[in-house]
Every structure is written in C-alpha cells, then in structure tokens.
C-alpha cells in the first residue's frame, strides 16, 4: 500500500487501530486486500490541516493512531493517543534497513 503522490506541500493521512496497526478506510471500517486504496487516505492541502485533523480525531477516537505522509507519498509523522510519535532508534534502523534494501536490492 503506497501513499498517494500529491502536488508540494499537500499530504495524505492514513488511519490504523492503534492497538494492531490494522488499517482502516475513510468511513472507518477495516480495509482489506480486495478494497480500493483510494479509499483508505485523507488528503489534506497543508501539513497543519492534517496535523489539526488527527490530533482532534485521535482525543475522539483514541483507539486509533494518524499516520502523515508527504506530497510525494513518504512518511511524515505518526499521531496516537500519546501524541507525537518520535521514531525510535529500532524504527530509525528498520527504516534504514529498507533504504539499503531499495538500493541494493537485497
């Protein structure tokens, strides 16, 4: 599942159960493979618009978690009911492990 490519300074959201991270669609029912992808981001015309929708969607529904991704379909940043997610030194290191991977193709 591939975010969106956007024009600059657009983004998309992604809504996940906070518990599992099973991904769910725009109405909040749970996305399957059979699903369109389409229907699973919000776009959002700035990061400060999407940044607002999920934190005021996470204090409602705080059994979920936002994640944000760029207008050219990479990770932003992650809201959950703690907030902010920081990337932690596994994340970092998980993430670096499939740059290399993309790079090299192993």
Do not use: W
Request: charged content about 35%; some cysteine; proline content about 2%.
């Amino acid at each position: 599942m591939k975010a969106p490519k956007l024009i600059e300074n657009k983004c998309s959201l992604l809504i996940a159960e906070y518990a599992t991270g099973h991904v769910f669609k725009k109405d909040l029912t749970l996305f399957s493979r059979a699903d369109d992808e389409s229907d699973i981001y919000l776009l959002f015309n700035s990061y400060e618009n999407a940044e607002e929708y999920a934190q005021n969607f996470i204090k409602s529904r705080p059994e979920f978690e936002c994640h944000i991704y760029d207008h050219k379909g990479k990770y932003f940043k992650t809201y959950d009911v703690n907030g902010k997610r920081k990337m932690n030194r596994t994340t970092k290191f998980s993430t670096f492990k499939k740059l290399i991977r993309r790079i090299f193709g192993r």
